[in-house]
């Protein structure tokens, strides 16, 4: 019988190595797995999630599949480099302040209740895309602040069931409540003059006109 533990050169215990990009991929879900214990994703100012249901890094322009590769890529050098750049780059253009914070401040604000609203449903007789028109009304809203706007899949919303065939369309500003609306799951066309927003700050109202890709009847 040949005796492999006591051979010259052998360790005891001692297992195969890992190659290189074994070990680099060990990490990273290592990484991944840390920051889904550990971050909350949600105070986080560059996440964002498209109306495609993929993850974006506003930070370094990056698309990810799923919250946990986000995740993994804000452990990443390239994430930590790109913080670091822009901590020094705010440092310089504000010293006076000792403190520079990357964390987006929240304003401690009272809801009023929710906006006024109008929903106006079109056609371009050129094309025959299917167009949808807001108009929401924020009377009270504080000088300088401009209403925001995302798109949020289905699955994401915890209000009713989940319905692959409809997104939703959410508007939020300080001091009223979001909403959001349900619109066919179809894609958005970004093209020049297909997609608008303005917001009118004599008349507090904002405006957003979407053309959907698809010229169907």
């Given at each position: 019988m040949i005796d492999?533990?006591?051979?010259?050169?052998?360790?005891?215990?001692?297992?195969?190595?890992?190659?290189?990009?074994?070990?680099?991929?060990?990490?990273?879900?290592?990484?991944?797995?840390?920051?889904?214990?550990?971050?909350?994703?949600?105070?986080?100012?560059?996440?964002?999630?498209?109306?495609?249901?993929?993850?974006?890094?506003?930070?370094?322009?990056?698309?990810?599949?799923?919250?946990?590769?986000?995740?993994?890529?804000?452990?990443?050098?390239?994430?930590?480099?790109?913080?670091?750049?822009?901590?020094?780059?705010?440092?310089?253009?504000?010293?006076?302040?000792?403190?520079?914070?990357t964390e987006p401040?929240?304003?401690?604000?009272?809801?009023?209740?929710?906006?006024?609203?109008?929903?106006?449903?079109?056609?371009?007789?050129?094309?025959?895309?299917?167009?949808?028109?807001?108009?929401?009304?924020?009377?009270?809203?504080?000088?300088?602040?401009?209403?925001?706007?995302?798109?949020?899949?289905?699955?994401e919303q915890k209000?009713?069931?989940?319905?692959?065939?409809?997104?939703?369309?959410?508007?939020?500003?300080?001091?009223?409540?979001?909403?959001?609306?349900?619109?066919?799951?179809?894609?958005?066309?970004?093209?020049?003059?297909?997609?608008?927003?303005?917001?009118?700050?004599?008349?507090?109202?904002?405006?957003?006109?979407?053309?959907?890709?698809?010229?169907?009847?």
């Amino acid at each position: 019988m040949i005796d492999f533990q006591h051979r010259e050169g052998s360790k005891t215990g001692g297992g195969g190595l890992l190659s290189e990009a074994q070990a680099a991929l060990d990490r990273k879900e290592r990484l991944r797995k840390l920051a889904l214990e550990t971050i909350d994703i949600s105070k986080d100012p560059y996440f964002m999630r498209n109306h495609l249901g993929t993850f974006e890094c506003k930070l370094c322009l990056t698309l990810h599949p799923n919250e946990g590769n986000y995740l993994a890529h804000t452990q990443g050098k390239r994430h930590q480099s790109n913080l670091g750049r822009r901590a020094s780059l705010e440092a310089k253009n504000a010293p006076s302040k000792p403190i520079v914070s990357t964390e987006p401040t929240k304003r401690k604000t009272m809801s009023i209740g929710r906006p006024g609203y109008k929903v106006i449903k079109s056609r371009d007789l050129t094309t025959n895309q299917r167009c949808l028109t807001f108009e929401i009304d924020y009377p009270e809203a504080s000088d300088g602040f401009q209403p925001r706007h995302r798109f949020m899949s289905a699955y994401e919303q915890k209000v009713e069931a989940a319905d692959k065939n409809y997104q939703y369309l959410l508007f939020a500003c300080d001091p009223y409540e979001n909403i959001a609306f349900k619109i066919p799951n179809s894609p958005v066309d970004k093209n020049e003059g297909r997609f608008y927003t303005n917001w009118d700050v004599k008349l507090k109202k904002f405006t957003l006109q979407l053309y959907f890709v698809d010229g169907s009847s």
